[in-house]
């Protein structure tokens, strides 16, 4: 599908003066006032073809010279990338020229409020720079109201233009104004959204859903103890030796899709992936959401993954690619959630339960779900378990264990 011309023109103005390593923020600042630039040239052009029509060729000499040195500032500006001297001399030239075209008209009235443009110096300074900013353009703004005032009162400039004609201008003034005061707080709320959006994005895929609101109502997520959740652990037999074999742009591809395919699974099952160590994988069921169904949720991952990877073992054998064997461990018991730190963060949970869902990855088989027999008792009716019996495993002594199969 082709890009409307229109916009695509667009786009390439918004890109003037922006660099890669430019924070979102200042892309969008530069973006938005290269943008209302172009309106501002093309209205000063017009105001000052105006006035020259009208026999004003003072007053249609100002805005004529706004255009010619705001066009030169934006090529300045995409040569240059000097932003601050383009935003101040933008800034600067909004604020003043509307002032003296005042002047030269012979006052608020005579002039149609023209100074009015002048207040979209402080609007630009909040949009284009930063909030604290904007109360001294603001103030600048006010002292020029203030100073026009006192010299309309002192200077008597009489114009040629007809009541009739100032009238008019009143409307476009006070129509163009409001209109471009709209666009540009309209421009910014939507890029703001847009950046927002994919803020949010990318948080929900650091953190559930759940925490991820949390943190933002209240800056910080409180650790919860869960009564009763199922922990899987995955990884694969041999790793080490064949990742040897491959480059690091073939590992790097080989696990993404690995672990995208267990993402995949894992929040088709209703479960929380926690973290990726290396080969391991570990996700858990039951949190931050409790429910009933955490440990059939988990065993029916697990079963999935491991179909999952019989059918890429077929694959890498059909290709001559050494394959891996994967090693599936499943515990259920009480954990504790939360985050901690405040750089980096994600979600994690601790306790017992998943130290012994460690051990029942790496005490199980390749090619085989096995399961604790906490696991065992809440799934036994669901799935075909095959009792292993008493298992050794590291720092925990024997321990239950069973082969979890579909039913």
Known sequence: MKNNPFDEIISRIARIGVEKTDSEEIKLQKSLLVICAIPFIVAGAAWGMMYMIFGERLAGIIPLGYALFSSASIIYFGFTRKFKVFRFSQLLLILVLPFALMVSLGGFVNGSAVMLWGLLSPLGAMLFYKRSSAPRWLLAFVSLVVLSYIIQSRVH????????????????????????????????????????ARSEALLLNILPAV?????????????????????????????????EKLSPAELVAEMDELFKAFDLIVSGHNLEKIKTIGDSYMCAGGVPVPN?????????????????????????????????AIRIGVHSGPVVAGIVGDKKFAYDIWGDTVNLASRMESSGEAGKVNISGNTFALVKEAFHCIYRGKIHAKNKGEVDMYFAEPA
């Open 157 to 196: 400039v009489n114009n040629h233009l007809t009541t009739e004609q100032i009238h008019l201008f009143f409307v476009i003034n006070l129509s163009a104004v409001g209109a471009l005061i709209f666009l540009m707080v309209y421009y910014f709320v939507g890029q703001k959204n847009f950046y927002q």
């Open 211 to 243: 925490i991820a609101q949390e943190l933002k109502e209240k800056g910080t997520v409180e650790a919860k103890q869960f009564k009763e959740v199922t922990v899987m652990f995955t990884d694969f037999k041999n790793f080490t030796q064949i990742t």
């Open 292 to 324: 009933t169904t955490h440990a059939f949720d988990v065993v029916q991952a697990a079963i999935d993954i491991l179909q999952y990877m019989q059918r890429h073992f077929q694959k890498r054998n059909i290709e001559g690619r050494e394959p891996f």
